[in-house]
């Protein structure tokens, strides 16, 4: 690595600062979106939670241009049992995990760039619905019947 004036010691300083900060706590999570394999590794319940379940057989393709933002806690008891159920649902009915953005929140419900409070997030987990870059809909904390059901009537209005 080629450093040049102080400058670049503030960086790599800044650097190492933040690898520290990512490897000391969960509180990392919050700094940034995270995929499907970095919460399980760091959260174990969710990728056990996401192995026992199985999803029902009224869950249905998606169509092609459904997008979905995943708002929930690491620390929120409906999260680790929704979550893991619609990560495992999105899967079987075809939807790319590009289309899925998971956002983990904080105990006050909020992330550093503001994707909660520009999206009314008030309740974890919250996972929000679009089809062509419009909000469709919201599915907030747990449906009232199944996921599969709710994602279907939610994708159907």
């Known amino acids: 690595m080629l450093l040049i004036g102080n400058r670049g010691i503030t960086c790599v300083a800044v650097l190492m600062l933040s690898l520290n900060v ?4 969960d509180s990392a999570l919050h700094l940034r979106d995270i995929s499907k394999q970095e919460l399980f590794l760091r959260h174990p319940t969710f990728e056990e939670n996401y192995n026992r379940y199985e999803v029902l057989d009224s869950a249905e393709r998606m169509p092609a241009d459904v997008s979905l933002l995943i708002f929930f806690g690491t620390w929120c008891h409906d999260s680790q049992r929704e979550v893991p159920r619609m990560l495992k649902i999105l899967e079987a009915v075809g939807v790319p995990e590009d289309n899925i953005q998971m956002v983990p929140l904080d105990f006050s419900k909020t992330d550093p760039g503001g ?25 907030i904390e747990k449906p009232a019947t199944t996921l599969e059901d709710a994602m279907v009537e939610l994708l159907n209005e």
Do not use: D, K, W, Y
């Not at 990512?22 to 706590?25: D, K, M, T, V, W």
């Not at 520009?118 to 870059?133: H, S």
């Open 115 to 139: 994707l909660a409070v520009a999206n009314g997030v008030e309740f974890t987990p919250t996972f929000i619905f679009f089809r062509e870059q419009e909000e469709v809909g919201r599915i």
């Open 22 to 25: 990512i490897g000391a706590s």
